[in-house]
């Protein structure tokens, strides 16, 4: 098993430009999450879902779009990016209905010029 | 879900047992109690999980009161390489239904000195 894996490591963007961070699980996790980390900020959830077709906002929503069409995958959109987007973002996932815990993926660093 | 507060930082010396504490007041009664350790570049990795009373594996232990409202966890006899952010996690036990929102917070920083 790969476990958590995301794409890509790390991204130069310019302020407007859109992107997709890319991540796939291979475990067969219904929930499947993205957060952020700022320096001093600890993780703050973006985004989560519940499995294929369910998704729902978290703490920092805004300026981001997901869309869950697949058990394994769970993009994360930005459409148009911003100098605050600038951060690592880590995507992570679990069973919906066993006591399990979150596996992490290695996180995408993005910085928004 | 219940929000938890933990301290911003902490110091040690290697071989010293450190103990972090993890206040949560509005835990619910089918909240279980997970740690997670983070190292720099790296997501998180869970470190251990409880319920209730004390719970121990081979990297760390828990003790929780009977109240619930806290948690600690003790690293024993820590080195250089525990040197890390740890985050307590309050979350719904198997309810899948209900399960979303699972709040890190901002962490513990812990820093071990030689």
């Known amino acids: 098993n790969a476990g958590v894996t995301q794409t890509p490591k790390f991204q130069v963007l310019k302020t407007g430009q859109s992107m997709t961070l890319q991540c796939a699980q291979d475990?067969?996790?219904?929930?499947m999450s993205w957060y952020r980390q700022d320096p001093g900020m600890g993780l703050r959830l973006i985004h989560y879902?519940?499995?294929?077709?369910?998704?729902d906002q978290g703490e920092v929503p805004n300026g981001y779009n997901v869309s869950r069409s697949t058990t394994e995958d769970f993009p994360l959109r930005l459409l148009s990016a911003a100098p605050s987007q600038t951060s690592v973002y880590f995507c992570?996932?679990?069973?919906?209905?066993?006591?399990?815990?979150?596996?992490f993926g290695s996180g995408t660093q993005l910085s928004v010029l | 879900l219940a929000k938890t507060t933990q301290p911003i930082s902490m110091d040690s010396y290697e071989g010293q047992e450190v103990n972090i504490t993890c206040s949560h007041n509005?835990?619910?009664?089918?909240?279980?109690i997970t740690w997670y350790q983070q190292f720099p570049s790296q997501g998180p990795r869970f470190i251990i999980q409880?319920?209730?009373t004390k719970v121990t594996n081979e990297v760390a232990s828990l003790f929780i009161p009977a109240d619930r409202k806290s948690s600690t966890l003790s690293l024993p006899r820590v080195s250089l390489s525990d040197t890390a952010v740890y985050y307590c996690?309050?979350?719904?036990?198997?309810?899948?239904?209900?399960?979303?929102?699972?709040?890190f917070g901002r962490g513990t920083q812990l820093t071990v000195w030689p």
């Open positions: 475990m067969n996790h219904e929930y």
């Open positions: 409880g319920y209730k």
């Open positions: 992570a996932s679990r069973y919906r209905y066993k006591n399990e815990k979150l596996f």
């Open positions: 509005n835990i619910a009664t089918n909240d279980y």
């Open positions: 879902s519940v499995g294929a077709g369910i998704t």
């Open positions: 996690l309050v979350a719904l036990l198997n309810r899948g239904s209900t399960l979303g929102r699972l709040y």
